[in-house]
């Protein structure tokens, strides 16, 4: 639950009126952030000390849909309530909530309250959700314990820092239900289950995930390893299913196309391992990705996925200063995406691409004409609209970047960082700075080394008048690279003639970051 708290109370009034109290103590409080809560009634499933189900799943909606320091209850909790303490909520109206089949009733307080409004509405707070089936052991004499429950332990504290994901870990014996059952009654996105096997020397494991949606299997590996040194083989083990599956949530049904481009699984494994680097969104891991892109394509030469993925890792190399011959590894990117068309010529993520070397070309037009294409070849396909944003962005159509920008983040599993660097870069185009201030702190907390967010932190900050606060946040920059300037991050901006380009050096300068 991160900083909230999931509290099962005896009865309906009593979690309403314990709701109000909380939220009466904190308003008391000088110095205290206000919270949101929900409140639901329904059944639950128990295991030990956790609690699941779609009763669970729909409280952890409402409380995400409350304003801070408000309440937000649903149309069952509003029945049960006595009538002087129901008079206190508002008809909000039915919500449809992610992964909740039917549309759920809510009220909300305080009375004429917007749900879920002012600073940050637009960042994501929700994460795809994983059940972990525990590992079978399959050894026949004699048992190998340590092997299952070490890939449980591992992957249980490993998946559970990731921001992106919702561990749920669920017992053994719950492997011999129907997965589409047991997803259900999780309220899960996704099922990995897994089983090891050791012989003699030897010992192997099957992993598979499923997507509960639509019952079908996504990813499913299998690793062969050394029984003299279990821990080794724990660890590659683990860190490949985080990895994959970090790829798999983040792009949802993509994840299946690539599969199916790819014509032999070793090439899809190797092009999912180089998404995952890709997604480090540093020069390192994108070093490492263009090998696995690369590898990909020797084993499947005409996998236009990793055609593409290898292209994009040029591009950011043009972008971010990585390449030694700038206009080479554009040209580079240009042939392996026209190489893409030619084997699909409504490849939609190659199209968007396109616009992307358009766009590091300064040709916006036409890299939007390509990006809207992409958009319409694949309505799903969250990069397309992303890429939209993008181009709107530096072309200074800022109210159609936001709403591209949106589209992409509705259409992604869990709305990647780039997509919120996009949005945040609309806000500051619109003169939105709460707003540009909540999604660039939330951008911040999780990439500490991204220095444009941070930037656009410190200029939102000073465009509020809080100066002090933005006079800190050029020191934290100082603090990662002495040598950033005002004109490096206009530098870095795809449109440095950007209109609004002039003011936003100077809120720079003013909040004490080097002309």
């Given at each position: 639950m991160g900083d909230g708290a999931l509290v099962v109370l005896p009865s309906a009034s009593a979690a309403v009126e314990a709701a109000f109290d909380i939220q009466?103590?904190?308003?008391?409080?000088?110095?205290?952030?206000?919270?949101?809560?929900?409140?639901?009634?329904?059944?639950?499933?128990?295991?030990?000390?956790?609690?699941?189900?779609?009763?669970?799943?729909?409280?952890?909606?409402?409380?995400?849909?409350?304003?801070?320091g408000g309440i937000c209850i649903s149309a069952l909790v509003h029945e049960c309530l006595q009538p002087e303490l129901g008079t206190e909520f508002t008809d909000a109206g039915d919500q449809k909530f992610k992964n909740i089949p039917r549309p759920v009733g809510v009220f909300s307080w305080p009375t004429g309250a917007t749900l879920a409004p002012g600073e940050g509405d637009d960042i994501p707070r929700g994460a795809a959700s994983v059940a972990l089936l525990q590992f079978n052991d399959l050894t026949r004499a004699p048992p190998r314990p340590d092997l299952s429950s070490g890939l449980d332990d591992d992957l249980i504290a490993t998946l559970a820092t990731l921001d992106d994901i919702n561990l749920?870990?669920?017992?053994?014996?719950?492997a011999d239900r129907p997965l589409s059952q047991i997803g259900r009654e999780l309220g899960v996105d996704y099922i990995l289950r897994g089983s090891v096997r050791a012989a003699n020397e030897q010992v192997r494991a099957s992993v598979q995930l499923i997507e509960c949606a639509t019952d079908q299997t996504v990813w499913a590996q299998r690793f062969d390893g050394d029984n003299s040194n279990a821990l080794k083989f724990q660890d590659a083990i683990v860190e490949e299913i985080t990895a994959t599956l970090q790829v798999i949530v983040a792009d949802g049904e993509q994840a299946l196309i690539w599969r199916s481009e790819s014509g032999d699984p070793q090439a899809y494994r190797f092009f999912l391992n180089g998404q995952a680097k890709w997604k480090d969104y540093r020069r390192s891991g994108s070093k490492r990705a263009q090998d696995l892109f690369q590898k990909a394509l020797q084993v499947s030469p005409s996998f236009p996925a990793a055609m593409v993925g290898l292209a994009r890792t040029h591009i950011e190399d043009a972008t971010w200063g990585w390449s030694e011959n700038r206009l080479e590894s554009l040209r580079e990117a240009q042939r392996l995406l026209d190489k893409a068309l030619e084997i699909d010529p409504d490849h939609a993520l190659a199209c968007a691409e396109v616009g992307h070397v358009k766009l590091?070309?300064?040709?916006?037009?036409?890299?939007?004409?390509?990006?809207?294409?992409?958009?319409?070849?694949?309505?799903?396909?969250?990069?397309?609209?992303?890429?939209?944003a993008t181009i709107l962005n530096a072309l200074g159509r800022f109210d159609e970047a936001l709403r591209y920008s949106r589209e992409a983040n509705q259409r992604s599993p869990t709305a990647p960082d780039p997509y919120l660097a996009v949005m945040l870069d609309a806000y500051i185009g619109l003169r939105r700075w709460p707003?540009?201030?909540?999604?660039?702190?939330?951008?911040?907390?999780?990439?500490p080394s991204w220095l444009m967010q941070r930037s656009a932190l410190a200029i939102s900050l000073e465009a509020l008048e809080l100066h002090e606060e933005a006079r800190r946040k050029v020191e934290e920059i100082y603090a990662r690279n002495p040598n950033f300037t005002a004109s490096r991050w206009r530098q870095y901006m795809y449109n440095s003639d950007r209109t609004d380009m002039r003011d936003l050096v100077e809120k720079h300068v003013a909040a004490g970051l080097q002309p």
């Open positions: 009466s103590a904190i308003a008391d409080l000088s110095d205290c952030p206000r919270v949101r809560i929900g409140v639901n009634l329904g059944d639950i499933i128990e295991d030990g000390a956790d609690i699941y189900g779609d009763g669970v799943n729909i409280a952890v909606r409402l409380e995400t849909l409350a304003p801070p749920v870990t669920a017992l053994r014996g719950e590091a070309e300064s040709d916006f037009e036409n890299g939007l004409k390509w990006a809207m294409k992409a958009a319409r070849i694949a309505p799903s396909l969250g990069d397309a609209y992303h890429m939209c707003d540009a201030v909540a999604l660039a702190r939330h951008i911040v907390s999780r990439r």
